[in-house]
Each structure stands twice: as C-alpha cells, then as structure tokens.
C-alpha cells in the first residue's frame, strides 16, 4: 500500500499539474476584469499555500518531534531541513507569480505592502535557517538549534495570513475561503483551482521526497568515509 | 530557577557597570545614529514628526543587535564556556537572567534615545510619555528574543555576523506593532491591538526560552 | 566505573578525533594519559566532561548514557581545567568565585578558604583577564576546590604552574583520590605525586594503546 | 608597500571565501535591512522612490560596520597580533591590503543592495546604472576609512561597539554625499559636486592611512 | 650586548608588570627566566619583544632604543612564541606560514622544510584552530624557523609539548645559539638541553633577583 503510493507519486503530482495547467489555460473562462490575468489563480494561490503552510507546516512539526524526547531522531531533523530547503524554492516561486501578477494589476513589481513583504521576510527567515545550519557543524547540537529555530519562525506564518486583515493593503484579502466559510469561485474555476492546491502540494511532498533521499545518501556515504576517516586517524599512532 | 536568574543577571550587570560600554559605546552610538538617519532621509521628511517613532526603533533594533551580542560575547571567552558548563546551571535561571539584564539596558537605552528623538526629530513629548509604557514593553521583549537567537549564534563562526539574519525576520513584527502603537500614541490612537501583539510575543518567547534554552546551550 | 567507554568514536569535520576509545576508570582511581601532540587526549577528555558528542559507540561516565542521557546532569558532577581554563574575563578572581559558589549553592566561605589554599589570596580584587597565565591555572585549581566534583578532568594541570604550584597540585591529586573522587589528568611529564598509584595510559592515533 | 598589501587583501580575501560569512550572513542581512526599512517607513514613502538612496546608504552603513568588525578581529585572535607584530610587516601595505579586500567586500553586498533598492524600493534603474560609478567610488572610501577607524578600535575593550561610535561621525558626510550624488544621477542633476568630495575624503583617508597606520597599529 | 636594560618599569593600570629590571644579555648566548607564577617573565619578554611600552627607565634591544626608537624595526628583529603563539585561527597550517614567508620574502620551500622539522607534515592543510594544544606550539616553532630571527623570546616552550617535541626543541636551541642568534626563554621546567650552557635568572615582584 505504502510502497504503491510511494511509487505513484510522481505520476501523480504530473498528472494533477497537468491537468490544472489544462484547465486553467483554455477550459476556464476569461475573467471580466482581469481578462487573462485571472489564469494565475490557478497557479499563484496554490503555490503560496504550498510556500507558507505546507513547507512550514512540515518543517515545524518536524522541529517539533525533534525536539520532544520521545520522537527525537535525527529523521526528523533531515525531514525539517529539506522541507525548508524546499520551501525557498516555493517562496521565490511565489514571489515570482505573484510580481508578475502585480506588474499588471497595480501597475508595479513590488508595492509595500504588508503580505507582500512578510512573505519576503519569511523567504529570509529560510535562508536564515539555512545559513545557520552552516554555521554548527555538531550534528546534533546543529538539529536542536534549527528545530528551535524552525519553531520562532513559525509564527511569521499567521502573521503573514492576517496582514491582509490588520493591514490596508494591495493584496487580495482570502477571498477563496472567506471567514464565512463560503466559497466564491465556480465552476471549471474551482476544479481548476482546486487541483492546482492539490497539484502543488503533491509537488511539495514529491520534491521533499527526492530532497530527503539525496540528503539519506549523503549521510550513508559519510558514514562509508567514517570508517576510512578511522583507519587514517588510526594509522596516525604506528 | 528565580536564584539562578538573579544571579546571571546579577553578574552580566556588574560586568557591564564596570565595563562602561553601555555608557561610553552603545548611547552615543545610538544618538549618533539616530541623528545620521534623520540626516538619511533628508530634512523635509525628518523634521516631518511622524518619521519619529519609525526611526527610534529602527536605531533601537541596531543597538539591541549590539547589546545581544555582547551579552553573549560574555559567555563565549575561550574556556568560559567550558567551565561555565561544567556549573550545570539552570538553563531557563540563566536564560531569564541574561534576558533581564538585556532588558535593562535596553530600557537605559530606549529612554535616552527617545529624549534624543523628542529634541531632535520634533516627537512630541506628550505622545511620547503616553507611548512609554508600550516602548518598554517592546522593549523587553525584544531583549527576551534576543537572549534566545542570540543562544542560537553562540559559539558557530562569526556569531557577530550570523545574529543579525536570525533576528532581523523575527524582530520585524516586534517593530512594527512597537512603531504602530508608538504612532498611534502620538496621534492619540488607539493601541490596545499592538499592546496585545506584543505582550503575545513577550509571553510566547519568555515561555519557549524558558523551555526551550537548555536545548540550545547543550552542545 | 565511574568511567567506561566500549569503542568510543568522535567526529568532527569529517576527521576522527577519537577513532575507537575502550576504557574503563575506576572510582577512586588515578589515570594518566599520555601520548604524543594530536594524540586526542584532549578530545577524550572532553567527551568524558560531555562537552562533545559521541558520533558511534557506547559509553557511560558517571552513571550518565553518553549517547542518550542528559548531558547537563553528566556537567554537574564533573569538574574540568583545560587549556585555558579561565572564567568570566571581566570579573576579578573572587567574583568569578563566588559566582560560581553561589550557582552551586556553596557558601561563600569556601571561597576565601580556596583561594588561600591555591596562592591567590593577594590577587582577590585582580581582574581575571590581567592574571598571568600561571595564576590562571590556580583560579582553576581554586574553582575546582569549591566545586569538589566526582570526576575530575585535567588538561595538563602542570603546565605554566610553577614549582610551588606542582607541589600543591600534588598534595591535592593525593587528597581528592583518598577522598574517593576519580581523576583522569592528560599530561607530557611524568605525574611527580608519590602519594597515589597512578595508572598510565598511552594514546595515539586517537585510542588508547594497548598495555 | 605594494607586495604586502596584495598579500594581506589576498589573505584577508581567502578566509573571507573560505568561511562565506559574506554570502550566507551579511548580504541576508544586508537585503532584509533594506526590506525592513522600507518598512519602517510606512508603505507611503517607501513606495516613493526618493527615499532609495538614503536608505541605500544607511543599510550600507551598518553592513560596512558589520564588515570592518570582522576584517579587524582577523587580526585580534589572542596570540595572533603578537605573531603578526613580529613579522614587522609594512603598516601601509597592510592598510592598503585591508581597506583592498574591504572594498571587494564592500561593492559585492553594494551592488546586490541597489539591485535589492531597485527591485523592491522603485529606485529607477536608469539612474542607479549612472550612479554606479559613484556608488562604488563611497564604497572604496568607506572601506579605506573605516579599515582605517578599525585599527583605533583594536584591541580595546569590546571592539565591536565602540567602532560604531567613533566611524558614524566620520561617515556621515560620506554618506550624505554619497546619497546626494545618488539622489542627482536619479534626478539627472548635477554629479560633480558630490564627486568631488567623495573622491578628496578617498584620496585623504588613504594618505591619511599610509602615513599613519604603522602608529596606530603601534602599542 | 644584545639586550640592555636599566631599571625598566612597565605599568598597566596602575600595577607595575616590572619594577625596576637591569639586564644585560650577550649576543649568542641563552638565557633562562624562571620565578613564581606572576613574577614578571612573561611581561618582560613581552617588553623585549616590542609588544608593551617602558614606562620608566631605558633600555635597548637589539639596537633599537625603547623608549625612542622604532618599535617596528625591534620586532622585525625578534621571534616571539606566546603562551598562545597561535596566527590566523582560519587560515591552513600550510597558509599560515607561507602567509609569513611571502611577508619576509623567504623562499615558499621553506615552509615545507620547517613543517617538516617540527613534524607537522601530516597536518599542513588542516585548519589552524583545529590543531591541538602542542601542534599549534610546534606551528610556532616552524614560523620561527621560517622566521630565523635574531633574538628568540620564547615563553614556556616546553608547555604542551610531548617527548619528541621537546627533544626537538632542544636541538633546535643548540643550533640557533651556536648560530649566533640570542635566546631568552622562560620556563618552569630546568631546561634540558645539555649541548649550549645556559644562564639562569630569577624573577620575583616584577624584577630579577640578585644572583
Ligand atoms: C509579489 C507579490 C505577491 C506576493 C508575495 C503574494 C503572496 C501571497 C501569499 C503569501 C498568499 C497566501 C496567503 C494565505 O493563504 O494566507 C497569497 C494568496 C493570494 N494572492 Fe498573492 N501575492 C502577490 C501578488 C498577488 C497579486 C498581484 C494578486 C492578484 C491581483 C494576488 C492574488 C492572490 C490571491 C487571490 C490569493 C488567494 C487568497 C486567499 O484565498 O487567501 N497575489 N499571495
Ligand atoms: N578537521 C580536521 N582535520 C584534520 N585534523 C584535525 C581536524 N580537527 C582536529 N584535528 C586533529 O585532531 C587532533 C586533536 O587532538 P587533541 O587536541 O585531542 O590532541 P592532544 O592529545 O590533546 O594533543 P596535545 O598534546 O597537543 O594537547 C589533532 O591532531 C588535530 O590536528
Ligand atoms: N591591574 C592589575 N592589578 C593587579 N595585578 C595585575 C594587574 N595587571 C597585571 N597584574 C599582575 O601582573 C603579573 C603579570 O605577570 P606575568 O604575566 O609577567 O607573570 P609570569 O611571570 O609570566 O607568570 P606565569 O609563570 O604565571 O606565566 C601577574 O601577577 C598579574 O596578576
Ligand atoms: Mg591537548
Ligand atoms: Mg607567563
């Protein structure tokens, strides 16, 4: 069953994306006022779900089973530092879409606005966590400070959803799923809106798969250089 | 716990009284800079009252990297650490005492720099004054965070360097409830929603350093 | 055992430090390690104050897991002169004391008493950082008195201490082993005390030669 | 003169590349100070594009604080300054070796920073190409001056925080040129003036530097 | 007369370091400081070596005066090894002393010749602050063979260093002495090497005592 949805995923997250590109690029309709901009709905809302709760959300239940006693492994500390290593990726990625996106509807790339640059404070805070991980080279004392870490920035993350509420701002305010519970969108739109979320976050998990494997193997190879560390070091005393 | 922390922020204030570098160093940097960012920004917008609270905690989170760093630096001499460890002092004493005797200085501080800010950016006195309680606040609550991330730097390479980007991102919202509510002070606002930002993070960060030091300190 | 490591290794930067370390200390008991520059004496004992991380292996030092247990606990019982076993730089020598008094809970009494017995009682208002590297080595000697540990680790005590501090060393290493706490010294010369039998072992390559 | 002071910057530049403090802690550093002091500002004016230069200069300032700390303690390990000292190396080509490998330093983060300013802070990028030169020329005088206040702070206490007491003073006609020069390349103004004395403090600070640094270095 | 001091004082904050020192050292000879921890040997060499300031008295070293003369030319003279004679903690052993080389404008070769001698050439690309207490002290040593200076200010050489090292260290006194360079070393241990004749002095309260 695992290994069936392990090997599945792939095909899947392509199959998702596919077919959201798909939709959203000639089943949907036009927006009336966004004309064809209206299309990176489907792509730019997905991915900035991905960048802030996903990723994050990973990351800082990983942290988190780190540090209590009883889960803590040093799978969980790989789990949170390639999902942060991905999550810049989806950051920048949201970054991206979303210049873009802004270049024609307000009519700059960049504004000073309130979500715009708590998502840019946030992609920071990642590389942060990276730039720390350099900096100890305990593996362990390494895996406490970045699970700490992990968890202080966490909290940017409500920050970042309600700066459109406690903030004026150019943003779009959650108009996908209001507070009321009501969903806005119709039709081929949600579908299409709706595998994009899937399609992304699938992505994410596929991506981190790829990224956690690579980072296993790593850490298999410095243990096949452990025992070649060992003999040179003992080799040292005759 | 409570003795323990008397007693770290017992020390790390007689270390600082004897070195004077809260008086001699960070103050008169801290005025300077304020001056220069008014002189930054250009006269029409300095003179302009509202850059006030803006550039008082601007300066003030450059000044609190400085004093983070040094409470650190304190524990960091070669050989201290190890033999400093070796006390198995209480990590949550030691944290709330170094984070006290931040808080302190930060509020020594804070209080001279929003003196210069009233004569010299034209902040009025009297939003000044009302703001006060929700300056120090601020205040130690960054002081608190900083005691933490600056756990985090200690003892990797260059932790000078390191604990600006650490901090930066997690004091941004401190800053900025503190500047709204200092803003809104001045214009007779309402501030309970940034008290309430604030007070959240100094609870949250004081309740994760007391939990959570111990794990960054053991190396 | 107060001491006992089963095939101990420590890593740091890809370069093994400790490539395999068996040992087993006694409580009570006097052991020397010798061996030549880079041999890891250092880093063993480091890893018995828990001040690093054991990469593979097992071991137990006074009655803390090394590989799982709490690390602070191993701390507290363990009392440690490195290299430069100095203290809070800016504090004068009987601050640094009496802090450390204080974190421990010992009165302060002691304080004065130790720092008479190392030789530094003419240099109580001195800051740390103006000692020389001589009276250094006694601040360390004196925090050690005050904290009375189980486990005493020494990076070689003898080195920068001058005669008269050899000899007091000496006396101490014969009082705290009849008082039955356990001592590991690193040291190049030999240990000159002929009050306690001293086991010696010799290090290199990062382990511990065979007898 | 001219030997050892590519050795030293050649020096200075390896540990740089070797421990990348640069890449992953100050140019983070560097780009969120710019973010957080647009933000600082209020959308209002930091949307407006005026502010770029100044706030340019004043995230530059700190980051060249961060920078000449680090350049300096290099050479402030224990033990290191006796064993250098002994070497009796030329103090003006150790000056110009270090204020070197500062300005690389200094215009890498420089102009990651302006296309940080341009990207986020709508500085326009027509003028910011023109002010290149300019902006570069500061940098060179910043790191000349401050390679050159880091040398008064060695060895004292607590380095760290009296160097930015003693450079902000000696900066800030820099930077108010600097900004200026900015400002007018923006603005398609008037240059020159601003060259010019950015370019007499560069000249004055390396004469200044060649002739006096062996005193400072000195006790 | 390499060495000529006439009552030299130095204070630092309000404590005289040295309190009144006469010293005459010959060129070629070695000279051997010992006396209590906190005597004065470290500030006095440290004041031969140009690295702290006469506050009263004169003196000259290695024709330079210290009072008036041109520190720099002093230190170029001399080769210092401290308690922590360590060079940039970042830079390889290999970097360190070719950094010193180009500096002196020696030839690179020599570099690979001294890491050899002092038995460091299994270490040469090894980040300096990762060496262990005697290696760095045997980096000092091979800087200072790079070095080859005219007065040899050396404090405690024998501290950390093992057997071999020593050894070493003795020879390579016999050789620099009857090279005609001058040595002034401090130390606690009686110095060992048997081949060069050694003068030794006292230090207490901060001058030498009388013979
Ligand atoms: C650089 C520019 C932008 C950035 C950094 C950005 C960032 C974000 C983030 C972080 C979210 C997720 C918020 C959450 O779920 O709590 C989001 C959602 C969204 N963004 Fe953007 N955005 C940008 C530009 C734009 C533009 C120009 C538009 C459209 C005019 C837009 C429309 C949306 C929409 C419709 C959502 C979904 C809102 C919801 O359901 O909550 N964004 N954006
Ligand atoms: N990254 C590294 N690469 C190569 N060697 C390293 C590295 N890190 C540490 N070492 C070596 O590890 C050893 C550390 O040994 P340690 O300090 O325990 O020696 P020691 O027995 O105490 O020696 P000493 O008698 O000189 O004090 C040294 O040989 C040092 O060069
Ligand atoms: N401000 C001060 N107040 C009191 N004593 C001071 C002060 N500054 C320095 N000292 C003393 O000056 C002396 C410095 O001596 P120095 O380092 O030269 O000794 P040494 O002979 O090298 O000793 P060791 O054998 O321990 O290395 C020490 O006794 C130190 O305590
Ligand atoms: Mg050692
Ligand atoms: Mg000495």
Redesign the pocket.
């Known amino acids: 069953m695992i290994k069936l949805s392990q090997r599945l995923l792939g095909p899947v997250t392509l199959a998702c994306l596919a077919a959201t590109f798909v939709l959203g690029l000639w089943v949907t309709p036009e927006d009336r006022t966004q004309k064809n901009l209206v299309r990176l709905l489907y792509v730019h809302p997905p991915i900035a779900w991905v960048a802030l709760y996903v990723s994050f959300g990973t990351a800082t239940i990983a942290s988190c089973l780190y540090l209590w006693r009883r889960t803590r492994s040093m799978t969980m500390d790989r789990i949170a530092y390639c999902a942060m290593e991905v999550s810049v990726v989806f950051i920048i990625l949201t970054l991206i879409t979303g210049s873009i996106w802004g270049r024609p509807t307000w009519g700059v790339w960049w504004a000073w606005d309130a979500r715009l640059t708590s998502t840019a404070i946030l992609g920071v805070f990642a590389l942060a966590y990276l730039a720390l991980r350099r900096a100890n080279d305990d593996p362990t004392l390494r895996a406490r400070r970045s699970a700490v870490f992990a968890i202080l920035t966490a909290v940017n993350v409500p920050i970042i959803h309600f700066s459109v509420v406690w903030w004026k701002t150019l943003h779009q305010g959650a108009s996908v799923l209001t507070s009321t519970g009501q969903l806005n969108v119709h039709g081929s739109m949600l579908l299409a809106m709706l595998l994009g979320f899937v399609g992304f976050t699938l992505l994410f998990f596929w991506l981190l798969r790829e990224r956690y494997r690579l980072e296993v193997k790593r850490d298999a190879r410095s243990i096949a250089t452990l025992d070649e560390a060992l003999a040179l070091r003992r080799r040292e005393g005759v | 716990m409570i003795a323990v922390a008397r007693l770290v922020a017992a020390k790390d204030l007689r270390i600082e009284a004897r070195s004077r570098v809260l008086l001699w160093q960070v103050l008169p940097f801290g005025v300077i800079a304020l001056l220069l960012s008014g002189l930054a920004l250009g006269p029409a917008q300095a003179g302009n009252s509202s850059a006030g609270p803006g550039l008082f905690y601007l300066v003030t989170l450059f000044v609190t990297l400085l004093m983070i760093n040094r409470s650190q630096s304190l524990e960091n001499a070669p050989g201290t650490r190890a033999s400093v460890a070796t006390l198995g002092l209480d990590p949550a004493g030691v944290f709330l005492g170094k984070a006290l005797a931040l808080t302190v200085e930060l509020w020594v501080t804070g209080i001279v720099l929003l003196a210069g800010s009233v004569l010299v950016l034209h902040t009025a006195l009297i939003g000044t004054v009302q703001a006060l309680p929700s300056i120090l606040v601020t205040l130690a609550t960054l002081a608190v965070a900083g005691t933490l991330y600056g756990a985090l730097t200690q003892g990797g390479d260059g932790p000078a360097t390191l604990l600006p980007v650490l901090t930066l991102p997690a004091f941004a919202p401190l800053l900025i409830a503190g500047e709204r509510s200092f803003s809104a002070a001045l214009h007779g606002g309402a501030l309970w929603e940034w008290w309430v930002i604030v007070l959240v993070a100094l609870v949250a960060y004081t309740a994760v350093g007391i939990l959570l030091y111990g794990v960054l300190e053991e190396s | 055992m107060v001491v006992r490591l089963v095939n101990a290794v420590v890593m ?4 093994a ?1 400790l490539s395999g370390v068996d040992l087993e200390v006694e409580r009570g008991s006097l052991t020397v390690l010798t ?10 004992l480091r890893l018995l104050g828990g001040l690093d991380t054991l990469t593979s292996g097992a071991g137990h030092v006074a009655g803390v897991d090394l590989a799982q247990g709490d690390r602070r606990q191993l701390r507290r019982r363990v009392g440690w002169l490195g ?1 430069e076993g100095s203290f809070y730089a800016d504090l004068s020598v009987r601050e640094n004391l009496v802090f450390a008094a204080r974190a421990l809970e010992r009165p302060v009494h002691d304080v004065d008493a130790a720092l008479e017995r190392v030789g530094l009682d003419h240099r109580v208002d001195t800051i740390t950082k103006q000692l020389s590297a001589g009276q250094r080595r006694r601040l360390g000697l004196a925090w050690l008195l005050v904290r009375r540990p189980e486990l005493w680790l020494l ?2 005590p003898y080195a920068s201490l001058d005669d008269a501090g050899r000899e007091f060393f000496d006396h101490l290493l014969g009082d705290v082993v009849r008082a039955g706490a356990t001592v590991v010294v ?1 040291a ?1 010369d030999p240990l000159r005390s002929r009050e306690v039998v001293a086991r010696t072992l010799r ?1 290199s390559g990062g382990r511990i030669d065979a007898p």
Do not use: I, W, Y
Request: aromatic share 4%; net charge neutral.
């Open positions: 740091s930067r890809g370069f430090l061996g030549a520059n880079g041999a890891g004496k250092t880093s063993l290299h990076d070689e690193s190049h290090m």
